[in-house]
T-cell receptor, first 114, second 110 residues
Framework: DADVTQTPRNRITKTGKRIMLECSQTKGHDRMYWYRQDPGLGLRLIYYSFDVKDINKGEISDGYSVSRQAQAKFSLSLESAIPNQTALYFC?????????????FGPGTRLTVL | GQSLEQPSEVTAVEGAIVQINCTYQTSGFYGLSWYQQHDGGAPTFLSYNALDGLEETGRFSSFLSRSDSYGYLLLQELQMKDSASYFCAVMGTADYQLIWGAGTKLIIKP
């Protein structure tokens, strides 16, 4: 079984719709992250959470919100999707106190906003 | 601000050695990491340099020089399966966020 799962894997939606991307992990990690990846731009951090009660904005949080429902679940919402939010979205986890830079990624969600 | 620069693309021959460079500008960071990403896949962790010097893991080695704001990933005995994008990343000491380079696409020819 995959340690970090994301649903859906692919989603096509229309401008203005509200979309939720979900992430679950069985690694027992406290820290969870949401990134988006655009061609030629690498990964950019949207939000991160160091525990259930700790949510932090990343580099590009505008237009997004998150919910940490439990240690194992971290959801990303697009309140009103727009075409420039078309991208590949990754959820990642890392252990508290472990090598700071080692993160474990889910398979990604490819989102298209028409 | 913090930024990392890497070449956008590198081409090498199967069986050869290739070096992917990463230069960075940051006020403070915990260490330099490298990740591999195959087309359509998720990034996977390769290596981490907390201190200056060379770290070796099998065919892959990574180097960091804080005084030169520079690091590199060295891949030896290249195999076709090494065709992928490689990202360097640093975590800032101020906010514990990973900052990523734009990635280097490694193309391997037979």
């Amino acid at each position: 079984d995959a340690d970090v799962t994301q649903t859906p894997r692919n989603r096509i939606t229309k401008t203005g719709k509200r979309i939720m991307l979900e992430c679950s992990q069985t690694k027992g990690h406290d820290r969870m992250y949401w990134y988006r990846q655009d061609p030629g731009l690498g990964l950019r951090l949207i939000y991160y959470s160091f525990d259930v009660k700790d949510i932090n904005k990343g580099e590009i949080s505008d237009g997004y919100s998150v919910s940490r429902q439990a240690q194992a679940k971290f959801s990303l919402s697009l309140e009103s999707a727009i075409p420039n939010q078309t991208a590949l979205y990754f959820c990642a986890t890392s252990p508290t106190g472990g090598p700071y830079n080692e993160q474990f990624f889910g398979p990604g969600t490819r989102l298209t906003v028409l | 601000g913090q930024s990392l620069e890497q070449p956008s693309e590198v081409t090498a021959v199967e069986g050869a050695i290739v070096q992917i460079n990463c230069t960075y500008q940051t006020s403070g960071f915990y260490g330099l990491s490298w990740y591999q990403q195959h087309d359509g896949g998720a990034p996977t962790f390769l290596s981490y340099n907390a201190l200056d010097g060379l770290e070796e893991t099998g065919r892959f080695s990574s180097f960091l020089s804080r005084s030169d704001s520079y690091g590199y990933l060295l891949l030896q005995e290249l195999q076709m399966k090494d065709s992928a994008s490689y990202f360097c990343a640093v975590m800032g000491t101020a906010d514990y966020q990973l900052i990523w380079g734009a990635g280097t696409k490694l193309i391997i020819k037979p």
